[in-house]
Nanobody, 126 residues
Framework: QVSLVESGGGSVQAGGSLRLSCAVS????????MGWFRQAPGKEREGVAV???????SYADSVKGRFTISKDNAKNTLYLQMNSLKPEDGAMYYCAAKKVPMWVGGVFTRVTYNYWGQGTQVTVSS
């Protein structure tokens, strides 16, 4: 059974940092493309960052230079380091996995992702 469990969310002031984690089990984690998405109230879920099985990454323009996606294959864990947080970064953050390379169907196309976690809340106050 595939399981993705996010953690690390919380409340932080603007300019602060958080590191999100996503613990993965139930499949050969290292062979999958993994991503972080977020959804704010009243808005569509949007892609934030993606990392390929070979380590290639892609970021949404809104987070480039501030967020870093990484993974530890030995620990089956995906990370998202978020620095210089802004109030508009506040959202529920989800990790997701897909069985094909990131570019297949679109890097941040939600329907191409096969597995999703339940999310972790990030709140950024001004």
């Amino acid at each position: 059974q595939v399981s993705l469990v996010e953690s690390g969310g919380g409340s932080v002031q603007a300019g602060g940092s958080l590191r999100l984690s996503c613990a993965v089990s139930g499949y050969t984690y290292s062979n999958y493309c993994m991503g972080w998405f977020r959804q704010a109230p009243g808005k569509e879920r949007e892609g934030v960052a993606v990392i390929e099985s070979d380590g290639d990454t892609s970021y949404a323009d809104s987070v480039k230079g501030r967020f870093t996606i990484s993974k530890d294959n030995a620990k089956n864990t995906l990370y998202l380091q978020m620095n210089s947080l802004k109030p508009e970064d506040g959202a529920m953050y989800y990790c997701a996995a897909k069985k094909v390379p990131m570019w297949v169907g679109g890097v941040f196309t939600r329907v191409t992702y096969n597995y999703w976690g339940q999310g972790t809340q990030v709140t950024v106050s001004s």
